[in-house]
T-cell receptor, first 112, second 115 residues
Framework: DAGVTQSPTHLIKTRGQQVTLRCSPK?????VSWYQQALGQGPQFIFQYYEEEERQRGNFPDRFSGHQFPNYSSELNVNALLLGDSALYLC???????????FGSGTRLTVV | AQKVTQAQTEISVVEKEDVTLDCVYE???????LFWYKQPPSGELVFLIR??????QNEISGRYSWNFQKSTSSFNFTITASQVVDSAVYFC????????????FGKGTTLSVSS
C-alpha cells in the first residue's frame, strides 16, 4: 500500500520563476494538506484541500496556490519565486478532514 | 495566538541512556490536541502520539512515554534506553482538531544517539 507520494524529490529554480509540486495521497485518502519546512524549522501549514476546494489556509501570500483533482491528487503552485521560498514542501493526506494525516517525504525546492 | 516551543535544539546521548524532549505550548482554546512527530533523514513526518486537552493521563508505548501537564502547558516526551535508530528530529505540534489539521509545529529537537 503506497503512502503519500510527492514529485519531484528535488528541484532547483531561479528567482522569479514559477514551480508546480505534485502529491498523490495515500490510497483511500481524500484530503490533502501542504506544509513548508524551512531549514532548521518546523513545518508551517500552507493550505488544505478537500472535495477539490481549498478549505483552510495558513499565513501564506497569494503566490502560493493549489489545486485538487477528482482523483484526490493535488498540486502546489508557487509564482514569482523568492530565495526565501527555498524549503522542503511536505504533503499530507487523510481520509476525510477528520482522519489522521500521513505525510510524504517532501519535495526539496532550492531557489537560486 | 497559538505557539509551540521546543527549547532544546539538539541533544546528544549514548545508547541506553534515557532522554526527555521538552515541549511547551500556548493556546487560548479550551479544546485542543497535542502531537509528537518523528522526522528521520528521509524527510517524512512519522506520527507518534496525539493527546486531547481533556486527557492528562500519561501514556507509555514501549520505550516511549509522554507526560502531559496542563498546569504547566507542557507535553514532554521521554525515550527510555535510547537506541541509534531513535536518532531523528522530533517535533511537538498543536492543533484545534483531532485530525491534526493546520498543525502548529515547534522548531524541533534533533536527537543524536551514538553507540
Amino acid at each position: 500500500d503506497a503512502g503519500v507520494t510527492q514529485s519531484p524529490t528535488h528541484l532547483i529554480k531561479t528567482r522569479g520563476q514559477q514551480v508546480t509540486l505534485r502529491c498523490s495521497p495515500k490510497s483511500g485518502h481524500d484530503t490533502v494538506s501542504w506544509y513548508q519546512q524551512a531549514l532548521g524549522q518546523g513545518p508551517q501549514f500552507i493550505f488544505q484541500y478537500y472535495e477539490e476546494e481549498e478549505r483552510q489556509r495558513g499565513n501564506f501570500p497569494d503566490r502560493f496556490s493549489g489545486h485538487q483533482f477528482p482523483n484526490y491528487s493535488s498540486e502546489l503552485n508557487v509564482n514569482a519565486l523568492l530565495l526565501g521560498d527555498s524549503a522542503l514542501y511536505l504533503c499530507a493526506s487523510s481520509q476525510t478532514p477528520s482522519g489522521g494525516y500521513t505525510f510524504g517525504s517532501g519535495t526539496r525546492l532550492t531557489v537560486v | 495566538a497559538q505557539k509551540v516551543t521546543q527549547a532544546q535544539t539538539e541533544i546528544s546521548v549514548v545508547e541506553k541512556e534515557d532522554v526527555t524532549l521538552d515541549c511547551v505550548y500556548e493556546t487560548r482554546d479550551t479544546t485542543y490536541y497535542l502531537f509528537w512527530y518523528k522526522q528521520p533523514p528521509s524527510g517524512e513526518l512519522v506520527f507518534l502520539i496525539r493527546r486531547n486537552s481533556f486527557d492528562e493521563q500519561n501514556e507509555i508505548s514501549g520505550r516511549y512515554s509522554w507526560n502531559f501537564q496542563k498546569s504547566t502547558s507542557s507535553f514532554n516526551f521521554t525515550i527510555t534506553a535510547s537506541q541509534v535508530v531513535d536518532s531523528a528530529v522530533y517535533f511537538c505540534a498543536l492543533s484545534e482538531d483531532q485530525a491534526g489539521t493546520a498543525l502548529i509545529f515547534g522548531k524541533g529537537t534533533t536527537l543524536s544517539v551514538s553507540s
